[in-house]
């Protein structure tokens, strides 16, 4: 049992700390994981809602001590808040550890910044933005940017905590605004959490999971997106966008919305998971005979569309180019223009015209190095 020095107030229950202790450290039973962290499985279930800030805290602990610091005292505070008198199964145990390793850090941090706590963090803040957020955004993949937009938003949590809402610097809320627009591009879809934070969950390791989500990888030889020219006309200095599926390849081109863009790459992948696992037993591999399949379900009103209204279709397969990867393509670019297609998904034959002349042009984007300066502004007027 813990002891009962000087940690605990009214009917033994610990009392919040002051953000600089005096007094000496009390002897509990530490619980730490492997890294000696805090992590999920030791936090109670009551208190699930502070996980996503000790793991922001253990993040940032190499790289800014003082305010990993400030992130655990904000847990503290948080769960001393939800259950007061500690009387969820394990709270007493938890918050005297924590509070105990909140006594050491904080006398070891204290001397490691000579600036206020409040500057300390609101100068992280905004270098962490710049640097994983703003600047990470077409280099890091889409679980990296999920994790850095989690513990961004964490850190402007703790700093609103700390000061007057007054007090934020203009720059700091308006990257709080950016950050919030973009955590709904990786929170988790449906049943899917492409983008989980943390313990990966255990159906993103079935084999027909893995079989379809490394076929829609596979970006290697698709011609890269030109990141120096944008619709608007500006420009910046060359570089290429990170693309990390055949969705983002197709989005970037044709300029899905992102929200589309992230229900239909679950959409196809469970598709494909689905027919995978009927076909065949269970492999990390897509079958053709899959592909081929939803291929024939998802083009067969298109196809017949072709041959009503006497037109050639134009899913082409040109041998110098993978037939997989094509038809994943295009049932893709399918199911992309459907989930914007508003009122005009319930008009088939619509959907097949649109369909007819977008495909064209991505066969052609596939013939290209490079995206041409102009695509965006022909495709807008087509």
Same mark, same amino acid.
């Given at each position: 049992?813990?002891?009962?020095?000087?940690?605990?107030?009214?009917?033994?229950?610990?009392?919040?700390?002051?953000?600089?202790?005096? *007094?000496?450290?009390?002897?509990? %039973?530490?619980?730490?994981?492997?890294?000696?962290?805090?992590?999920?499985?030791? %936090?109670?279930?009551?208190?699930?809602?502070?996980?996503?800030?000790?793991?922001?805290?253990?993040?940032?602990?190499?790289?800014?001590?003082?305010?990993?610091?400030?992130?655990?005292?904000?847990?503290?505070?948080?769960?001393?808040?939800?259950?007061?008198?500690?009387?969820?199964?394990?709270?007493?145990?938890?918050?005297?550890?924590?509070?105990?390793?909140?006594?050491?850090?904080?006398?070891?941090?204290?001397?490691?910044? /000579?600036?206020?706590?409040?500057?300390?963090?609101?100068?992280?803040?905004?270098?962490?933005?710049?640097? *994983?957020?703003?600047?990470?955004? /077409?280099?890091?993949?889409?679980?990296?940017?999920?994790?850095?937009?989690?513990?961004?938003?964490?850190?402007?949590?703790?700093?609103?905590?700390?000061?007057?809402?007054?007090?934020?610097?203009?720059?700091?809320?308006?990257?709080?605004?950016?950050?919030?627009?973009?955590?709904?591009?990786?929170?988790?879809? /449906?049943?899917?959490?492409?983008?989980?934070?943390?313990?990966?969950?255990?159906?993103?390791?079935?084999?027909?999971?893995?079989?379809?989500?490394?076929?829609?990888? *596979? %970006?290697?030889?698709?011609?890269?997106?030109?990141?120096?020219?944008?619709?608007?006309?500006?420009?910046?200095?060359?570089?290429?966008?990170?693309?990390?599926?055949?969705?983002?390849?197709?989005?970037?081109?044709?300029?899905?919305?992102?929200?589309?863009?992230?229900?239909?790459?679950?959409?196809?992948?469970?598709?494909?998971?689905?027919?995978?696992?009927?076909?065949?037993?269970?492999?990390?591999?897509?079958?053709?005979?899959?592909?081929?399949?939803?291929?024939?379900?998802?083009?067969?009103?298109?196809?017949?569309?072709?041959?009503?209204?006497?037109?050639?279709?134009?899913?082409?397969?040109?041998?110098?180019?993978?037939?997989?990867?094509?038809?994943?393509?295009?049932?893709?670019?399918?199911?992309?223009?459907?989930?914007?297609?508003?009122? %005009?998904?319930?008009?088939?034959?619509?959907?097949?015209?649109?369909?007819?002349?977008?495909?064209?042009?991505?066969?052609?984007?596939?013939?290209?190095?490079?995206?041409?300066?102009?695509?965006?502004?022909?495709?807008?007027?087509?």
């Amino acid at each position: 049992m813990a002891s009962t020095s000087g940690t605990k107030g009214p009917q033994g229950v610990p009392r919040p700390p002051s953000r600089r202790f005096t *007094r000496s450290a009390t002897k509990v %039973v530490e619980l730490p994981n492997e890294e000696g962290g805090v992590d999920s499985e030791i %936090v109670p279930s009551s208190l699930a809602v502070i996980v996503p800030i000790l793991r922001a805290a253990m993040e940032i602990e190499e790289e800014n001590p003082r305010v990993a610091y400030l992130c655990r005292f904000h847990a503290f505070e948080k769960a001393h808040n939800m259950d007061p008198t500690s009387s969820g199964r394990g709270v007493r145990q938890f918050k005297t550890y924590l509070l105990h390793r909140l006594e050491k850090e904080g006398e070891i941090t204290e001397s490691m910044t /000579n600036k206020s706590d409040a500057r300390e963090l609101q100068t992280y803040y905004q270098y962490f933005y710049e640097t *994983r957020i703003r600047d990470g955004e /077409n280099t890091q993949k889409p679980e990296e940017m999920a994790k850095n937009v989690q513990i961004a938003t964490v850190l402007y949590e703790v700093l609103k905590a700390m000061v007057p809402a007054q007090s934020i610097e203009e720059k700091t809320r308006r990257y709080s605004a950016d950050v919030e627009s973009k955590r709904g591009e990786y929170e988790h879809y /449906n049943i899917l959490p492409l983008y989980a934070v943390g313990v990966k969950p255990p159906i993103m390791d079935f084999p027909e999971i893995q079989a379809a989500l490394n076929a829609l990888r *596979r %970006v290697d030889h698709l011609p890269p997106i030109r990141h120096d020219v944008h619709r608007d006309g500006s420009t910046h200095p060359t570089h290429y966008k990170k693309v990390n599926d055949i969705l983002d390849w197709i989005s970037y081109i044709f300029g899905f919305q992102k929200g589309n863009v992230a229900n239909q790459r679950e959409h196809l992948i469970l598709l494909l998971a689905n027919m995978n696992i009927r076909n065949k037993a269970a492999s990390e591999e897509l079958d053709d005979e899959t592909v081929d399949n939803l291929a024939l379900k998802i083009f067969k009103n298109y196809e017949s569309w072709c041959h009503y209204v006497r037109c050639k279709s134009n899913t082409r397969y040109p041998d110098e180019h993978d037939k997989q990867r094509l038809q994943l393509i295009y049932i893709a670019l399918y199911l992309l223009i459907w989930g914007e297609a508003a009122n %005009v998904r319930f008009m088939p034959e619509c959907i097949c015209y649109i369909f007819h002349h977008v495909s064209f042009q991505a066969i052609i984007m596939l013939q290209f190095l490079h995206v041409p300066a102009g695509v965006f502004d022909l495709l807008s007027n087509s």
